[in-house]
């Protein structure tokens, strides 16, 4: 792998996670083959297959209407001839102007290089439990 198509792979990596900011569906189609072998998995959601119901899948999300902050973090590349996979931290902040909730997913992210660009083939996410420390005693002071 070389360094250049390392950051190729981060770069549309990005990419993605920023369309999922802006919420238009334009910008995820760019960055997505549009195959029937494509899949996807949304934290708690089974898997959907086919371009057609992965950008649907995406459409739902975004009809929410709320805000979303979304960004990458624990990042590994790995490339493999014209196949390269992204593992990561999924940090997404969803928002409105009354509230806000915070989540992370660990993401898998594959891409195939066709005609010199990455394109998306495959983003699994699956949530990460938010632990909260047990704060109650069995001690009365």
């Known amino acids: 792998m070389s360094t250049e198509e390392r950051q190729e792979v981060e770069a549309v990596n990005l990419a993605f996670y920023r369309a999922l ?19 996807c998995v949304h934290p708690g959601w089974d898997l959907i ?6 950008r649907e899948s995406w459409v739902r999300i975004f009809e929410g209407g709320q805000k979303m902050r979304a960004y990458p973090t624990d990042i590994t590349v790995q490339v493999e001839g014209n196949l390269a ?9 969803v928002f409105d102007n009354a509230s806000f909730d915070t989540a992370q997913a660990a993401a898998t992210n594959l891409f195939l290089r066709r005609d010199g660009r990455w394109l998306m083939i495959h983003h699994h996410a699956s949530p990460i439990p938010m632990i909260v420390p047990d704060t109650s005693s069995d001690t009365i002071q």
């Open 21 to 39: 900011e802006s919420q238009e569906i334009e910008r995820l189609e760019e960055l997505w083959a549009h195959e029937s072998w494509v899949r």
């Open 49 to 54: 297959a086919g371009w057609p119901r992965v």
């Open 85 to 93: 996979w992204v593992t990561c931290t999924e940090n997404i902040t």
